[in-house]
Structure formats: structure tokens, C-alpha cells
T-cell receptor, first 112, second 117 residues
Framework: SQELEQSPQSLIVQEGKNLTINCTSS?????LYWYKQKYGEGLIFLMM?????EEKSHEKITAKLDEKKQQSSLHITASQPSHAGIYLC????????????FGGGTRLMVKP | DTGVSQDPRHKITKRGQNVTFRCDPI?????LYWYRQTLGQGPEFLTYFQNEAQLEKSRLLSDRFSAERPKGSFSTLEIQRTEQGDSAMYLCASSWTLTRDTQETQYFGPGTRLLVL
């Protein structure tokens, strides 16, 4: 079965600092999804990457999928308290895109 | 578009009782998914529907779990004879998928948090 490993598991940064979260897969990724979750709430979709080398940005968040499609990174520039939460990477386990397997999440805290 | 909704948001029950959760997907989404998330972990896939057909079920979905999507719109997830190990957040997601081989974004609801005493 496919496994996703996220690092770091938790992160505390000072407001205004940049940070990177990594997601590594044991198998080739058909699709890689980044979600954000506030404690006790549902998942908010951030970005989806499919092609090797693909990079997408939304506001101050940039996600990349490496050429071999086995690793993705999420980079936040000039972090703000509103960025705090749990970041989850999810991967389609086959090309049908009907089941996602998730990493354990990265808990981000931004200190004002 | 009001997003995916789930009801109830919280449920406390005693061991051995049956519980049922409801999920209303985004209007016109043809796929609906159920996931379970325990504290400190990522969500785990349980099952999914394409319209009213249940196409995949995880090994996590024991015989005590049953899901339906009778008219291809809302879905229910029932857990019979609940156990303390069933305590978790149950998340529903939906997507619009044109063909089998396309990757489409799954949009999640707020979840139902179940506590079994």
C-alpha cells in the first residue's frame, strides 16, 4: 500500500518567517493534494498537483511536485497567525483518483 | 454552492448503541466519500459512491458499518453496536468526476465527531 510521510510533524515559527513542509511517498504519485485543517474541523482544499515538476501558488503558499513524482513540498512565505493549523498531504492511490491516502499531518503554530 | 454538510456535528453514545450520520454533498457532485480520522492522524479512506453505487470499501469498514446513498444525493453511514474504538471524526467528501481516470478535487465537510463511552 502507498504510504505518505510528512515532515516535520510539528513546527513553531515566528510571524513573518518562511517555512517548508515536505511530503514523501513510497510510490509514484498519481495526484498530490494539499489540505489545511483547523482543530476539530473539516479539511480545506489548498492545491492539487499532477505533473512532475509542477508548481502552483495561492497567495503566500506555493506547492511543488518533484520530477519523479514521489515528493512534494509546501512553502509558506512571510507566515501569519492565520496560517496556523494542520497541513495534510493526500495522494491518489491509483489513476482513478477515487481514494486518497493521507500523511500524518504537520501541525503549524505561528507566534505573533 | 453551500459546500458539503454533515449532521450531526457531534455525537456521544454508549457502547453497544447504533448511530447514523448523514452527509449532503455539494449539489450535482456524483462522487461521495467517507473517511475516518483519529486524533493526531490523517484521514483514512472508508468507502465511496459513484452516484448511488458503492464502488469501493476499505478493510477498515467492518460488518458493523454500512453506508448508503439511495438516490445518488445524500449519504448515510451507520455504525451498529458501537465500540470505544469507533470514537473518531467521520469525514465526508464529494467530487465531480467526469471519467474514471481523471483526478478531481475532493471537497470535505466539517465532519461528525463521535465519542463512544
Amino acid at each position: 500500500s502507498q504510504e505518505l510521510e510528512q515532515s516535520p510533524q510539528s513546527l513553531i515559527v515566528q510571524e513573518g518567517k518562511n517555512l517548508t513542509i515536505n511530503c514523501t511517498s513510497s510510490k509514484t504519485l498519481y495526484g498530490l493534494y494539499w489540505y489545511k485543517q483547523k482543530y476539530g474541523e473539516g479539511l480545506i482544499f489548498l492545491m492539487m498537483l499532477q505533473k512532475g515538476g509542477e508548481e502552483k501558488s495561492h497567495e503566500k503558499i506555493t506547492a511543488k511536485l518533484d520530477e519523479k513524482k514521489q515528493q512534494s513540498s509546501l512553502h509558506i512565505t512571510a507566515s501569519q497567525p492565520s496560517h496556523a493549523g494542520i497541513y495534510l498531504c493526500g495522494a491518489a492511490i491509483n489513476n482513478a483518483g477515487n481514494m486518497l491516502t493521507f500523511g500524518g499531518g504537520t501541525r503549524l503554530m505561528v507566534k505573533p | 454552492d453551500t459546500g458539503v454538510s454533515q449532521d450531526p456535528r457531534h455525537k456521544i453514545t454508549k457502547r453497544g448503541q447504533n448511530v447514523t450520520f448523514r452527509c449532503d454533498p455539494i449539489s450535482e457532485h456524483n462522487r461521495l466519500y467517507w473517511y475516518r480520522q483519529t486524533l493526531g492522524q490523517g484521514p483514512e479512506f472508508l468507502t465511496y459512491f459513484q452516484n448511488e453505487a458503492q464502488l469501493e470499501k476499505s478493510r477498515l469498514l467492518s460488518d458493523r458499518f454500512s453506508a448508503e446513498r439511495p438516490k445518488g444525493s445524500f449519504s448515510t453511514l451507520e455504525i451498529q453496536r458501537t465500540e470505544q474504538g469507533d470514537s473518531a471524526m467521520y469525514l465526508c467528501a464529494s467530487s465531480w468526476t467526469l471519467t474514471r481516470d481523471t483526478q478531481e478535487t475532493q471537497y470535505f465537510g466539517p465532519g461528525t465527531r463521535l465519542l463512544v463511552l
